[in-house]
C-alpha cells in the first residue's frame, strides 16, 4: 500500500491564483481530513468527509473547497489565493470504527502565496 | 470546548537521557488520546495511544498513561536517541468529535 500520497510537494503562488492540492488513500478508508499547520502551532482542520458525497467543515474553512466523489480522492481547492493561505497542507484518512480511529498522514504539500 | 496543553519547546537533551513532555487536556466525557510524532519533513505519524483511563500506550520505547484524575498523559522515553530528534503533538478525541491537537514539541537529542 501506497498509503497517503498528496501531490505537489512544494508549490508557489501569486496572490489571486487558485490551485488543487492532491490527496489520495489506497487503504479503503471511510474518513478524510484536510488539515494546515503554521509554524509553532498545531494542526488546524479545514475540512473533512465521512465518506464518498459527503463533506463538512472543521475548524478553518474560509478559502477552501474540497470534493469526495471516490473513496480514494479528497481534493483540497484554494481560489483566490491570499499571502494567509501560506503554509503546509496535510491529508491524512482513517477507519473509524467505535474507539478505533487512527489517522494516517500524508507527507504534506508546503504552500506559499506571495 | 475540547483542548490540549502540552509543555512549551524547544527541548534539547543528550543521547540516553530521560525524556517527559507534559500533556493534559480539558474534554467532555471520556476521551480517548494520543501521541503522533512528526520527523523533518514528513508527515504526522500515531506513536501511541490510549482509549480509557489507567490505560498505558507504548510504543518505540516511549509512554504515556492516561491519568483521568490528572486529565494528563505525559510521554516519557528512559533513553532518547538521535533518531528521536522530532515534533511530538499530543491529542484527544471526545467520542465523534475530531481530533483536536496540541501545538507540538519540537525535541532536539544531540550526540
Known amino acids: 500500500n501506497a498509503g497517503v500520497t498528496q501531490t505537489p510537494k512544494f508549490r508557489i503562488l501569486k496572490i489571486g491564483q487558485s490551485m488543487t492540492l492532491q490527496c489520495a488513500q489506497d487503504m479503503n478508508h471511510n474518513y478524510m481530513y484536510w488539515y494546515r499547520q503554521d509554524p509553532g502551532m498545531g494542526l488546524k482542520l479545514i475540512y473533512y468527509?465521512?465518506?464518498?458525497?459527503?463533506?463538512d467543515k472543521g475548524e478553518v474553512p474560509n478559502g477552501y473547497n474540497v470534493s469526495r466523489s471516490t473513496t480514494e480522492d479528497f481534493p483540497l481547492r484554494l481560489e483566490l489565493a491570499a499571502p494567509s493561505q501560506t503554509s503546509v497542507y496535510f491529508c491524512a484518512s482513517s477507519y473509524r470504527r467505535g474507539v478505533e480511529d487512527t489517522q494516517y498522514f500524508g507527507p504534506g504539500t508546503r504552500l506559499t502565496v506571495l | 470546548g475540547n483542548s490540549v496543553t502540552q509543555m512549551e519547546g524547544p527541548v534539547t537533551l543528550s543521547e540516553e537521557a530521560f525524556l517527559t513532555i507534559n500533556c493534559t487536556y480539558t474534554a467532555t466525557g471520556y476521551p480517548s488520546l494520543f501521541w503522533y510524532v512528526q520527523y523533518p519533513g514528513e508527515g504526522l505519524q500515531l506513536l501511541l495511544k490510549?482509549?480509557?483511563?489507567?490505560d498505558k500506550g507504548s510504543n518505540k520505547g516511549f509512554e504515556a498513561t492516561y491519568r483521568k484524575e490528572t486529565t494528563s498523559f505525559h510521554l516519557e522515553k528512559g533513553s532518547v536517541q538521535v533518531s528521536d530528534s522530532a515534533v511530538y503533538f499530543c491529542?484527544?478525541?471526545?467520542?465523534?468529535?475530531?481530533?483536536?491537537f496540541g501545538k507540538g514539541t519540537k525535541l532536539t537529542v544531540n550526540p
Open positions: 468527509s465521512v465518506g464518498a458525497g459527503i463533506t
Open positions: 491529542a484527544l478525541r471526545a467520542g465523534s468529535e475530531k481530533l483536536v
Open positions: 490510549a482509549t480509557k483511563a489507567d
